[in-house]
């Protein structure tokens, strides 16, 4: 499938081992999600618990420029407080408003360290928008969600692109998942409203 040509001119494709063994090499620079696309994707694909995209180049030899997991997911509201809940409930019908309202979650992304702060990653974030708020979506689903890295650059990189905290401090997403205060909180929990 080739991308929307509002996108970048990259092809898009389910990505397996032989994308990733016909293509010049992937590295995004974070060890943890390199290793998980070289070694992990393909099998999370075949246990349909995650499925992997890549955007590669045109040209030859293909260079992988994003790579990205997605699966679904979903937002329980009835284990939020109820300031986090009021704040989802806000954008939500009122007749229509429920525990749990269905959610993508984008397990992984990366962009080849060399295509980094380009825009890539936006523009990558604009499309999964459209896709899944386009009419040929195969099921209802009304937020994206994502476990983004607690570094000053990944968040905003989140929040520049409409993200927001479902938890509005690192103290209240601890006290959600019972973290220690000593221990250091590795990702926060983001969301786009995709009626936004
Ligand atoms: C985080 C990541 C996905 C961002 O992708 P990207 O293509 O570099 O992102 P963008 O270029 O769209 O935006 C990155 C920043 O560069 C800026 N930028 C955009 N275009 C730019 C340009 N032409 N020149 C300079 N800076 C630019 C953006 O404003 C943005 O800054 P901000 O975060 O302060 O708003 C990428 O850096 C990456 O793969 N990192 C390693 C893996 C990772 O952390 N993944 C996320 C896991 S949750």
Same mark, same amino acid.
């Given at each position: 499938?080739?991308?929307n @040509?509002?996108?970048a001119?990259?092809?898009?494709?389910?990505?397996?081992?032989?994308?990733?063994? @016909?293509?010049?090499?992937?590295?995004?620079?974070?060890?943890e %999600?390199?290793?998980?696309?070289?070694?992990?994707?393909?099998?999370?694909?075949?246990e349909?618990i995650?499925?992997?995209?890549c955007?590669?180049?045109?040209d030859?030899?293909?260079?992988?420029?994003? %790579?990205?997991?997605?699966?679904?997911?979903?937002?329980?509201?009835?284990?939020?407080?109820?300031k986090?809940?009021n704040?989802?409930?806000?954008?939500?019908?009122?007749?229509?408003?429920?525990? @749990?309202?269905p959610?993508?979650?984008?397990?992984?992304?990366?962009i080849n360290?060399?295509f980094q702060?380009k825009?890539?990653?936006?523009?990558? %974030?604009?499309?999964?928008?459209?896709?899944f708020?386009?009419k040929?979506?195969?099921?209802?689903?009304?937020?994206?969600?994502?476990?983004?890295?607690?570094?000053?650059?990944?968040?905003k990189?989140?929040?520049h692109?409409?993200?927001?905290?479902?938890?509005?401090?690192?103290?209240?997403?601890? @006290?959600?998942?019972n973290?220690p205060?000593t221990?250091?909180?590795?990702?926060?929990?983001?969301?786009?409203? %995709?009626?936004?």
């Amino acid at each position: 499938m080739k991308t929307n @040509s509002s996108y970048a001119p990259y092809i898009m494709l389910p990505f397996n081992k032989e994308i990733l063994e @016909s293509c010049s090499g992937f590295s995004c620079g974070d060890d943890e %999600l390199d290793n998980f696309f070289h070694n992990d994707a393909d099998l999370y694909s075949i246990e349909l618990i995650g499925k992997t995209y890549c955007w590669i180049t045109n040209d030859k030899p293909h260079q992988i420029v994003a %790579l990205f997991t997605l699966a679904n997911d979903s937002i329980k509201t009835f284990n939020l407080n109820n300031k986090i809940r009021n704040k989802l409930n806000r954008t939500i019908n009122n007749s229509k408003r429920g525990r @749990s309202y269905p959610a993508v979650l984008i397990g992984r992304l990366g962009i080849n360290k060399s295509f980094q702060n380009k825009s890539i990653g936006s523009q990558l %974030l604009y499309f999964i928008k459209d896709w899944f708020r386009h009419k040929s979506n195969k099921t209802g689903c009304r937020f994206i969600v994502v476990d983004a890295y607690n570094n000053g650059k990944t968040t905003k990189f989140y929040e520049h692109n409409d993200f927001r905290y479902l938890y509005d401090n690192e103290l209240e997403e601890r @006290s959600q998942y019972n973290i220690p205060p000593t221990n250091k909180i590795s990702t926060r929990l983001m969301y786009y409203d %995709l009626k936004l």
